[in-house]
């Protein structure tokens, strides 16, 4: 009750404020700020859209919009309970990256119209931060918005989470002395998440990668209503396995589950293969008791923040935004989300990598610069930043 009562007044009138730059005494510092001098700064920019980076807060400045369908595990509360938790993610822009974030909870569950809507209100922003909203409608969403605006747009809960899992996956691996080009990965949980972070394992090399959903192992022979599984299909499941997730868990490497508690059972660990590893990141219960399946597993990572190794997207998203802002980036592309990822799992030393150690804490300062770099560069590299950070540096 006193936890209760403590995170009730934490609450309390928001966990946000403005505060000004610069404060306002006197009558010649409101001529400046608004009219008069303020015409000259607006004529600026209007002869000259791109110096609305220098002289705006869209520089810094990130929208964190939601509809309140998939919050947390709490699913379609709606947009005013889901204020807490964009409050709570623009508390967290702020403190990890020195992102000025806007939470913005939308009341309408219509694509047509949430795509609309940013696509207004994008002029105020450098990037936009999609949250919370339900599969699959958040992949149009999300498509449509990164192709019809010029500023980054990333949905967390899918690219978030494939980042973090990626960087602790490519450290887990070192521990097991495994290539991930070799190893059999089982994703269960073929949402947004899910499917995001099989495209992004994908892309950082691995091959033999199987998603599973309640329906089973999902492959290219079958038919299946919803697109997105059908395209899941075309880039996953090279040998075409069918069946429940415990028979194509047998000889696996590693267990990623984005799905339900209690779905991973002891005797499928037992039938994975030498080292397994295992990513049980259901909230707030994971697919599998850690305490059950630690002692049969080489590595074990959850969500949680009472056990080793949680995977936490809030390791990413402050950075890669820093990194894009700072670049004034127009996309956050796959080049850029490797690159997040290789950054997050390069700030451990491989001499002080072991089992309960393959992902950094949040609160080390090293995460978000490197991720800041790698973003920046990568975004160079791939023709989508409007400024090269690294003109200057040696």
């Known amino acids: 009750m006193e936890l209760l009562e403590e995170i009730m007044l934490l ?27 303020v015409a000259k700064v607006c004529q600026a920019i209007a002869d000259d859209q791109s110096q609305a980076y220098e002289l705006t807060t869209k520089k810094n400045t990130v929208a964190v919009v939601s509809d309140g369908t998939a919050v947390l595990g709490l699913g379609d509360i709606g947009p005013k309970a889901a204020m807490p938790v964009m409050e709570g993610k623009a508390a967290l822009f702020k403190q990890f990256a020195d992102v000025d974030a806007v939470p913005i909870c939308l009341d309408t569950k219509n694509t047509e119209e949430i795509i609309a809507i940013v696509k207004a209100l994008a002029p105020t922003f450098g990037g936009i931060n999609l949250e919370d909203i339900s599969s699959p409608r958040c992949f149009e969403i999300e498509a449509r918005l990164r192709a019809e605006l010029d500023i980054p747009v990333f949905h967390d809960d899918q690219h978030g989470t494939a980042i973090v899992v990626t960087a602790g996956l490519l450290n887990a691996l070192k521990v097991c002395g495994k290539n991930i080009k070799d190893v059999k990965i089982v994703v269960n949980g073929i949402g947004a998440a899910g499917i995001s972070v099989s495209k992004m394992l994908l892309h950082a090399g691995a091959v033999n990668l199987i998603g599973v959903d309640r329906e089973g192992a999902i492959n290219r022979l079958a038919d299946y209503e919803r697109s997105h599984w059908s395209d899941y299909a075309q880039i996953t499941n090279p040998y075409l396995e069918t069946g429940s997730l415990s028979d194509v868990i047998k000889g696996a490497d590693v267990f990623i589950g984005v799905s339900a508690p209690d779905v991973l059972k002891l005797e499928d660990v037992l039938n994975m293969a030498t080292d397994p590893i295992v990513f049980a990141m259901a909230n707030p219960m994971p697919e599998i008791d850690p305490a059950i399946a630690a002692p049969h597993v080489r590595v074990m990572a959850t969500g949680r923040s009472d056990y080793p190794n949680q995977i936490n997207n809030v390791l990413c998203f402050p950075g890669i935004f820093r990194g894009a802002l ?6 956050i592309n796959e080049d850029m989300k490797l690159a997040a990822a290789e950054a997050i799992s390069s700030v451990i030393d491989p001499s002080e990598l072991h089992e309960k150690y393959i992902i950094p804490d949040a609160f080390d300062p090293r995460v978000v610069e490197r991720i800041r770099m790698a973003v920046a560069e990568a975004a160079a590299k791939s023709g989508v930043a409007r400024k090269d950070l690294l003109v200057g540096i040696n």
């Open 11 to 37: 609450h309390k009138g928001g966990k946000l404020e403005t505060t000004l730059k610069h404060p306002i005494l006197c009558k010649d510092d409101l001529s400046k700020v608004y009219t008069p001098g």
């Open 326 to 331: 700072d670049c004034e980036a127009t996309d």
